[in-house]
């Protein structure tokens, strides 16, 4: 049985969330994950992919897993920059108004990091599609989109390869439109918004 592909991605976007929020918190954490950030963005899709279906199969898990290594690393890389954007004067405040570490989050320094979350998210709603096209391209018998590309390229039925393009560039606008929404609805106290 195949699971729904949503909540796959939402689980993983969140662990990279939960991550950043505890490497803010042990600063160690956050030394060591950064510089992996780096290493694991710099491997191509198309060189992953394969490697990704080999070890988990030709079911959805590979896919998962393709999309799992491309999209966690930018929701914790800009979830981490968002936390560290606070000013010093504004967490001096808080001290000063003997706030705990749990309350300097939920109250300032979470709110201050939303545009960086809300950029990942955005980031992540095309290279996930991107992500599973090509893991299918490379490991799928017979559904997706990446199968159905690589399928007619084979026939040299170029009409059906771009019309299957076309498909995937307005899902990853609609899905990019559908966050900006969203964010300009969570994040409408910033002055960009109230011009």
């Known amino acids: 049985m195949r ?7 939402k689980v993983y976007l969140v662990a990279g969330f939960l991550v950043a929020v505890v490497a ?45 290594v491309v999209t966690f690393f930018p929701m914790l890389v800009n979830t981490l920059a968002g936390l560290a954007a606070v000013d010093a004067m504004q967490r001096d405040l808080m001290h000063s108004y003997a706030a705990s ?3 300097t989050l939920t109250k300032l320094r979470l709110p201050a990091a939303l545009p960086f979350v809300f950029n ?3 980031i992540n709603s095309t290279l ?3 992500a599973a096209i090509v893991a299918e391209f490379f ?7 990446g199968f159905r590309i690589s399928a007619e390229v084979a026939r ?13 560039a307005l899902a990853g606008s609609m899905f990019y439109g559908v966050i900006a929404v969203v964010e300009r609805a969570c994040t ?5 918004y109230r011009a």
């Open 3 to 9: 699971p729904p592909a949503g909540n796959g991605l």
């Open 24 to 68: 803010d918190r042990v600063p160690l954490l956050g030394r060591g994950l950064l510089p992996l950030s780096g290493l694991v963005s710099a491997v191509p899709i198309v060189g992953i992919a394969p490697i990704l279906v080999m070890w988990f199969g030709f079911d959805w898990q590979s896919k998962a897993a393709v999309v799992v």
């Open 101 to 103: 570490h749990i309350q």
């Open 120 to 122: 990942a998210l955005k």
């Open 128 to 130: 996930a599609l991107i």
């Open 139 to 145: 490991g799928s018998p017979i559904l997706g989109l």
């Open 156 to 168: 040299l039925n170029v009409d059906v390869v771009w019309a299957v393009i076309a498909i995937a």
């Open 188 to 192: 409408f106290w910033l002055p960009s």
